[in-house]
């Protein structure tokens, strides 16, 4: 019998499973086997959509501990013919989130891949944003040093500019407020940033201004979860 994987999509808000689509919850009725991200709050989550689900039912792999340990019962499972599901801490597996090193030995161990629908904050920003959605780049987390980052934010700003392209990038929470700050003093005051700030939340925000005009606004998204757009 031939594996099935499927990417099971999870919520970037607790309170929002209304998110999540029906098809979700039967995909996991199939699974007998979860690779998730964290044990935890992959549970909770799934018992948010089906209450009646009996946890112990099912077995669990964290996949961030013993990496090469995981990826071997992993490939196991798959040589067995299992239904197995992978879930990361929030939006969908593979996408800046881990899973993509278990996809990759799925598609070498042709097995059935089935990528799920659901939110993924990137997407979200992004359409949100007003910004250029036919061409853009997710660059992920920015370099930590001062210096680094402000030499990245000027490359992706000039990048932007020459290709009219949409950059998109993350940061730690509690690391925003300096973000923003670096933000507006290294790009033009022409330049667009969008902080989209916890999505589909019952606080959710999505704002596009320009530099010059953030530059007048009192903002404070300490801990929040953002995703950042910049058009140039």
Not at 13 to 24: L, N
Not at 47 to 59: A, G, H, N
Not at 73 to 102: H, N, V, W, Y
Not at 166 to 182: A, H, K
């Amino acid at each position: 019998m031939k594996s099935i994987v499927y990417l099971i999509p999870t919520v970037l808000s607790e309170d929002a499973t209304a998110t999540i689509p029906a098809y979700v919850m039967e995909a996991v009725k199939q699974c007998t086997v979860f690779f998730v991200e964290n044990e935890r709050t992959a549970r909770r989550f799934l018992k948010s959509l089906w209450k009646e689900m009996v946890i112990d039912d099912y077995e669990w792999h964290a996949i961030h501990k013993a990496e090469e340990e995981v990826l071997s019962i992993f490939k196991q499972r798959i040589k067995e013919g299992k239904t197995i599901g992978i879930i990361s801490e929030a939006g969908c597996p593979g996408i800046a989130d881990p899973g993509q090193i278990l996809i990759e030995a799925a598609q070498q161990l042709n097995a059935t891949i089935k990528p799920l629908v659901g939110p993924s904050s990137i997407l979200l920003a992004l359409m949100g944003s007003g910004m250029n959605g036919q061409q853009f780049q997710f660059v992920g987390y920015l370099p930590i040093d001062n210096q680094e980052k402000f030499k990245t934010l000027k490359e992706l700003e000039a990048e932007s500019k020459k290709k009219n392209c949409t950059q998109i990038f993350i940061e730690t929470p509690y690391r925003n407020n300096q973000l923003i700050e670096t933000i507006l003093k290294t790009c033009q005051p022409s330049t667009r940033l969008c902080i989209a700030a916890e999505l589909t939340g019952a606080n959710e925000l999505i704002r596009t201004k320009t530099i010059a005009e953030w530059k007048k606004e009192k903002t404070d998204f300490h801990k929040k979860p953002v995703i950042f757009c910049l058009h140039a």
